[in-house]
């Protein structure tokens, strides 16, 4: 079974993953994990984000490819930008954090790597 498929069949439902297995190197994990923001979209909507990479976010070329206008890919990228807003927004580090409370929140699963990445930049 292929990811389009998976999205096809989760219609959009919340889709929790289980186990995960790098087959060369024979590794297994165990756990409750969801999928990326990215992968929580639907076939389409994935289709369209990694066109508009691979176009290097040229709507002219969005245009070209989709056979849509300008105000039609505007309107999906808002839609999407509002989707995924919540789940990629970062959380900044509290004001007076340091490395160590930065390092426990990422441990404890509030913060994910990268948002402590920024917060230790920061």
Known sequence: MDWKHLTRISEGSRVVVEGVRLPETGIVVEGSFELPPLAQLSVDDQVFVAAFVKSHGSIKE???LFGVSYPTIKSRL??????????LSVEAAPAGSNKSEILDRLERGEISAEQAAQALRS
């Open 78 to 87: 808002n839609r999407l930008s509002v989707a995924l807003d919540a789940e």
């Open 62 to 64: 969005m245009e070209r």
